[in-house]
């Protein structure tokens, strides 16, 4: 098939003869960088494609080769065989691919030089399989794999993993890499255990002294019972790590344990009797339900220094942080709530303003829930700083939304040294997430700014659907400097600008009044 509306094709020939099973396959497929295909795999880059499969004899001696291309770094390139032996079938297939761009980069140094896939499997006629002489190897490993499936679903499986020796060059280079999979009893009724090693490891991902992990999964029944469990335990601990990224490094630290007890059932809900990971600067952990049709169970963060995560926000945190988080809904359902209860002790934001207003302690409390279809709810969710409160609650949906939040600045002062006063502010959110309408209201009361006298000053604001044409309007009332303040802006949002219909603003006496500009404003159009 030619593309009309691009370049690239695609070719499929395939007969079947059904005596004596004779099967001829031809597949072809080529596109410049940029092709449909491409992006259908999303390939990084985009590169240019070019397939091609062919297969030809009958089952019982049919062979295929594979030369893929997709640019110059994702390639595959091999064959396989199907031939009959004794009581079956054997299927041998001996591969070579490039494939590091599609993996993290953590994985992409192990694979930078692609791997080769040998191996065979017989598939016999009574229904079992067995895997012989499966190796997986490139410069830096080598993964070898055997086990059997019996025809009554009886399982027996053996992988080992084994580092080679490698240059001092090669983007991932390790002293100790070694690691083990053993798989027991029925397919149904799986025993599996993991064991993996790292020693001296080194990579562009950073540096890795020591990384053990330890993982079981045992079920207690045939998983086709409802009734049936698998125990799950994970043990895994890292030391002297050194992450090249200077943020991860930060805040993960030179240390991380997890440590992990569930009892899971086979739609993936599980009991988490513990779930505890440990850092250098912080700690999470998680008790109770938790999966995709039940979440029942309490999470806690303990950060000792978040100066530890400012280069990761951006920002100067500093402070240290408690925060437990009460969670119950059904995922599955877009429905999981939170309540919480924290604390910062000795907060900072690394803005001024904010942590004037912040103090000594800021603590949390209250609920925030998100709901099916894509909406959110908040139940007396509440920050509270020495110098500022805010409260916020509502909800809101893809058809309706009713959230108002309050805020109490009892000295603007701590804001910002030139001013001086109380405010309140009030923040409410209507109509819907799809078309929503905004209204601020902003009460400065006894202030002051550089040592010009605000005895009363009141800001409104309202806007009407804030995503698509919005059309706003701003009003002030009050006294600046022993001078009466009024004004009003009516402005909407013309094209990639703004227009603004109607300008009066009166200070005492002077006063300025424009009406209905069409003209786009060129400065106003960045805002």
Known sequence: AQRTD??????????????????SLALSAQEPAG????????????????????GEGPLDNFVAKLVAHAGEELGAQGGATITRVAAGRRVEFDLASRFAPLLPKALADLFADGAKLRGAVVLADDGSMTLDNLALENSALRLDASGRLGAHQKIEAHAALHGLPTSETAPFRAKTLEGELTVTGSAAQPDAKLRLLVEDALSSAGRFGH?????????????????????????????????ADRGL?????DHVTLDLRARANGAGDAD????????????????????????DGEARVTASDLSRFAQLAKRDLRGALTLTAA???????????????????????????????LGRKLTL???????????????????????VQARVNGGATQEKADIGAQIILPDLHRADARLTGRANVDAKLSGSLQKPDAALDVAVVDGGANGRAIPKLNFHAQAQ??????????????????????GRVDAGRAGTGWKVDAVDINVGRASLRSEEHTSELQSLTNL
Do not use: M, W
Not at 6 to 23: C, K, Q, Y
Not at 249 to 253: E, K, P, S
Not at 273 to 294: D, I
């Open 6 to 23: 691009a370049p690239g094709a695609v070719n499929l020939e395939l007969a079947i003869s059904p005596s004596p099973n004779h099967v």
């Open 365 to 387: 409390s209250g609920a925030v829930e998100t709901l099916p279809g894509g909406g959110v709810s908040f139940d007396a969710l509440t920050l509270n700083g020495e110098f």
């Open 249 to 253: 490094a930060d805040a993960l630290g």
């Open 35 to 54: 092709g449909l295909i491409a992006r259908l795999a999303q390939l990084p880059d985009l590169p240019p494609i070019d397939i091609s499969l062919n």
């Open 327 to 357: 969670l119950s809904g059904a995922p599955s359902k877009g429905s999981v709530k939170a309540v919480l209860s924290g604390a910062v002790n000795a907060p900072s934001a690394g803005l001024a303003a904010i942590d004037g207003l």
């Open 465 to 486: 659907d804030l995503l698509g044409a919005l059309v706003a309007a701003v009003s002030l009332d009050g006294t600046v400097d022993g001078r009466a303040l009024r």
């Open 211 to 243: 990384f053990d992990a330890e993982i079981t999964a045992v079920a207690d029944d045939p998983l086709t019972d409802g009734a049936a469990h698998i125990d799950i335990a994970v043990e895994a601990r890292g030391d002297e790590l050194a992450l």
């Open 272 to 295: 988490i009797g513990l779930a505890k990971l440990v850092t250098t600067s912080a700690a999470v952990t998680f008790a109770g339900k938790a999966g995709p049709t039940a979440l």
